[in-house]
Structure formats: C-alpha cells, structure tokens
C-alpha cells in the first residue's frame, strides 16, 4: 500500500499531518536515503523513513480474519450511518481495513488488515485466491447452469475464469438448491450476478473460506489474528 509522505509521518506520530508537511518542505525528512521536499510524495510500506537523520517508527502489521455478519457493511464509513466491518475491531489499537468486499447481506470470511503489501498480493488479478462461498438460489440448476459456471460466463464486460460447483443441497418443495461455488476473481455482486445469470437468483450468500482460511472457531462477529505462519502461506499464494 502506498501512502502520502505525510500521512505516514502523522501515523507513526512524528508529528501532526500540518507539521509533517512542514518538515518535510524544510528538508528534515529522507526516504530510502535521499531529502524529499515535495509535499504528497508516495511511499511504500517498505520504504525506509528518517527524521533529521532519525528512522521513524511504523506502525507494525496485524492481519484478522473476521466472520462478517449479515447486515454490516465491508467499507470503513457508511455514509447511511450503519455498522460497519472496521467496527468489530475497534477495540484493537490499530485500524484495519478490509481485503476487498463482502456486500451488506453477505456473510463470512473476511480479512482484515493493516499490512498493505500483503492487501495488494492478495487483490492482484495474478494472485487472485479461491474464495469459497456458498449460496442458496432459488430453483435448481441444470447440467447446462453447471457447465457454464465451471467453464466461465460473460458478465457485464468480463468473462469469469473457470469455476468449481458442488450441489450441496436441493430442497425440491421449497423450489431451492445449496450450492458451493469457488472462484478466483472477485468482481462486484459476482457470486449473484453468475446466478442470476442463469435465472437462479442468490437468496443467502456466505463466504466460507479465503484461500486456506476458513471459520473454523468463530461464530458471526467474531475474529481472531493471523499467525506469522498463516501470513507467510498467504504471501505465498
Ligand atoms: N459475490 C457476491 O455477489 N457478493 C459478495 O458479497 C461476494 C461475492
């Protein structure tokens, strides 16, 4: 993740936004060994920060994974003024931010981060994880519904990479079926427009597992922090 100069200035608590702004346009502030005076200058989670010579302190990185629950919403501010995903974990004292989105009445696995450079693996279209989810649609799919989730679908201006389907359930007096569907992108609304693609739209919708991390333990609204070990395996995907 890249961040204004400033900004990280202010974060590691060297000073103020306003005053940070100053040092560095007096030329007290180096990053990677060289004086930057130019206000707004990006830098990485990596880049190395000195004060007056001083290296600065940055924030260390913490990684949760949180079973979202149904009815919050996955952005750090609503504007409609509803609970959000970064208010289960304000007691932390750190803000994290959410690894890409799970819509308001979406449930399950969602990591939460501070660790930008990990959040920038995981959502590039190259790394891009399995992510399992399970939905309940109305009716039932056909062999042909089947075929063409597992081979890719045209949505919108993007074509779906190839899928995985399992049928968990079929409950043919309510006229509905339980399906595991995984997928490598994550688009927006895509688990629901795939289905409803094919005239089965999603009534419940849950996220099981991200890459290897899954529920395990946690009940809606819970989490629990990433180990090293779980972070160098996502780094690694
Ligand atoms: N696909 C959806 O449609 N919704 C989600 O929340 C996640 C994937």
Known sequence: MEERLQKV????????????????????????????????????????????????????THTYVLYKPRG????????????????????????????????????????????????????HPRNEVDKVYVARIKGQLTGDDIYKLKKG??????????????????QRDKDRQIVQLTIHEGHYHQVKKMFKALGHPVEKLSRERYGFIDLEGLTAGDYRELSHLEIDRLKAL
């Open 9 to 60: 200035l202010a974060q590691a608590g060297v000073a103020s936004r306003r005053a940070s702004e100053k040092l560095i346009q007096a030329g007290r502030v180096m990053v990677d060994g060289k004086i930057v005076t130019e206000l707004g200058t990006k830098v990485s989670t990596f880049s190395n920060i000195a004060v007056d010579g001083e290296p600065i302190e940055r924030e260390s």
């Open 72 to 123: 919050v919403v996955s952005t750090a501010k609503d504007e409609k003024g509803r609970k959000t995903v970064v208010d289960f974990l304000s007691d932390l004292p750190y803000r994290l931010y959410p690894v890409g989105r799970l819509d308001y009445d979406t449930s399950g696995v969602l990591l939460m981060t501070n660790d930008g450079e990990l959040a920038n693996h995981l959502m």
């Open 153 to 170: 679908m045209r949505i919108d201006d993007y074509k779906t990479r190839k899928a995985k389907v399992k049928i968990l359930k079929t």
